[in-house]
């Protein structure tokens, strides 16, 4: 089974693709491509949501940390380094690559392109 969420996936992939530099419109893109649910929030500020109980929701700096990045990677799955802007993920299902200039944009992308094919986790 493929992900249900393969078009915000799709689409997250393409806006980091496109991006020049770590942005927090990008990490809020790539948060909502991963957790769908926040799409029903109210935004406060770029990559700020609102629950319905008035807590806030902050979108990880995906693009700028690569903390942040590395949670992509689904599970069962591993990050493989190679030369600078150049990320593999790698599982039992295959290997994906990221390729860009910033080296937390490249694992968003390898990251993000294994969440469309790997069906084995959480949403």
Not at 26 to 40: E, H, K, N, Q, Y
Not at 83 to 94: K, L, M, N, Q, T
Not at 102 to 114: D, H, R, T
Request: hydrophobic share 50%; glycine share 8%.
């Amino acid at each position: 089974m493929i992900n249900p969420n393969r078009s915000a996936l799709n689409a997250a992939v393409r806006a980091c693709a496109g991006a020049s530099a770590a942005d927090r419109q990008l990490d809020a893109i790539i948060a909502s491509a991963v957790f769908p649910a926040l799409t029903s929030l109210p935004a406060l500020d770029t990559a700020v949501w609102r629950h319905e109980d008035g807590t806030r929701v902050r979108a990880l700096r995906y693009s700028g940390s690569r903390a942040a990045a590395t949670t992509l990677v689904p599970a069962g799955c591993w990050l493989e380094d190679g030369v600078s802007g150049i990320a593999r993920v790698c599982g039992a299902e295959g290997e994906w690559d990221g390729i860009h200039s910033v080296g937390e944009i490249a694992i968003c992308i390898a990251a993000l392109k294994a969440r469309i094919n790997v069906d084995s986790f959480p949403a």
